[in-house]
């Protein structure tokens, strides 16, 4: 439970707001870098931090993030020609480059000066993995990116996804480290369908054990939460998700299965837009992997290719079939990303859940460990601290883990075995 004051710290992330300051110290992912495929293709609008913007890719095939509106009179920039070098305004022909810098102002007078005095808010942007990343940020202490896996790999062996969704960026993030859920919300009825490739569900359906003891640790980039189920007189069956800030997570599948990271980046308080990333350190992702991806019954949700919504939604009940409900899983909805979209968007109190209610228990441990390190990190932020992982570009260098280990392994030693394997790895 929280209180009021501290669920909208939480919560509130436009400009101006504490948390909407500490997202602005991180690089975020804003787009797929296919929604702009080649130089001074249409322009693509969007809303991130509850800032409207508008990506255009520019002759030179970089790409620019500018506030949405013409700095003139205010049309929209979506409107704009993409053409030589900028995005030009139709309403009077102002043009702008990737910084922002006025460069064409074509209904004033050749020697007026007043284009040198118009800038418009523009951020910087990288690709890395297939993405668009952006760093809304004060320019003097901008952080390098973080050393993300997928980021690093070939892209052949990454499969990258975007979807809303219509709920606070919050939401999403507690269930991606809430692994008590995974046993019941995404219960699978029929063995033959278990995919180790999917939140390593052949492991845990073996465990039967549902009900995990949590142990988290504070990391340099985050939490290690580790949710230990009894897997026999001697072993345990461990899944540690990484939780990486501001609101990145990292969740376990079995060994030698595709990864997968989660990013919640928050368009608005009441809307998000989430990437899933799933990726093979060691080979590129075969044909096979990628019809296990998009059958949709994983980590991702079917979503209309033009719009990013997904197809399952609050406004048809998720598709759910109640016959399915009682023969084939849990919930009666298709996939794992379906099904946690449809908890996380419907909670109590709506898109920003009212966390004074709640009756937290002991498998919220993961939860709670979250809430804590975030109101931690923004509280010191408020006081003048600048939040020290964006500085940590090579801690992001971590991968999650779902395994079985001795009894008489602690999670520090579970955390250093899976350590070693991506020590081991190319990257
Ligand atoms: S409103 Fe954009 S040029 Fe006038
Ligand atoms: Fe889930």
Redesign the pocket.
């Known amino acids: 439970m929280l209180s009021q004051e501290e669920n909208d710290l939480l919560c509130c992330t436009g400009p101006g707001t504490p948390m909407g300051n500490l997202f602005r110290r991180f690089w975020l992912p804003v787009a797929l870098s296919r929604e702009l495929p080649k130089p001074d293709c249409p322009p693509v609008r969007m809303r991130i931090l509850s800032e409207d913007l508008i990506a255009f890719r520019n002759t030179n095939g970089k790409v620019g993030l500018l506030s949405r509106y013409?700095?003139?009179?205010?049309?929209s920039?979506f409107f704009g020609r993409n053409e030589e070098g900028g995005l030009r305004?139709?309403?009077?022909?102002?043009k702008f480059d990737t910084t922002g810098v006025c460069i064409d102002?074509p209904?004033e007078p050749a020697e007026c000066s007043f284009k040198h005095k118009i800038r418009q808010t523009a951020y910087p942007t990288r690709e890395a993995g297939g993405v668009i990343w952006a760093y809304m940020g004060p320019q003097e202490i901008m952080p390098e990116l973080p050393q993300l896996e997928w980021t690093l790999v070939p892209q052949n062996h990454v499969y990258v996804h975007k979807r809303f969704q219509h709920c606070n960026y919050l939401q999403n993030v507690e269930g991606e480290v809430d692994s008590s859920h995974v046993s019941f919300l995404h219960r699978e009825f029929r063995p033959e369908k278990f995919n180790a490739a999917v939140a390593g569900q052949v492991l845990l359906a073996q465990a039967k054990d549902t009900a995990p003891r949590f142990l988290v640790q504070e990391t340099e980039y985050g939490l290690a939460i580790g949710a230990r189920r009894n897997w026999d007189a001697d072993q345990y069956y461990w899944r540690v998700t990484k939780f990486l800030m501001p609101s990145f997570t990292l969740i376990p599948s079995e060994a030698g299965a595709p990864i997968n990271f989660t990013a919640a980046v928050p368009v608005d308080d009441k809307n998000m837009v989430g990437f899933t990333v799933t990726w093979l350190p060691d080979r590129p992702l075969a044909d096979d992997d990628i019809s296990t991806i998009e059958s949709w019954t994983g980590a991702y949700a079917e979503v209309d290719p033009k719009t990013f919504e997904p197809i399952a939604s609050r406004a048809n009940d998720y598709l759910l079939d109640r016959a399915k409900q009682r023969t084939e899983n849990f919930t009666g909805m298709r996939g794992i990303r379906e099904q946690d979209i449809a908890v996380q968007e419907d909670q109590f109190g709506g898109p920003v859940t009212d966390r004074t209610k709640e009756h937290l228990a002991t498998s919220d441990t993961g939860v709670i460990t979250l809430r804590r390190r975030l109101l931690n990190s923004v509280r010191n932020f408020q006081q003048g601290q600048q939040p020290p992982e964006p500085r940590k570009a090579t801690a992001y260098r971590v991968r999650p883990i779902a395994d079985i280990a001795y009894r008489n392994l602690s999670l520090d030693e579970v955390l250093d075995s899976g350590d070693l394997d991506l020590a081991r790895s190319e990257v």
């Open positions: 013409c700095p003139h009179r205010g049309a920039l305004c139709v309403y009077h022909g102002w102002m209904n």
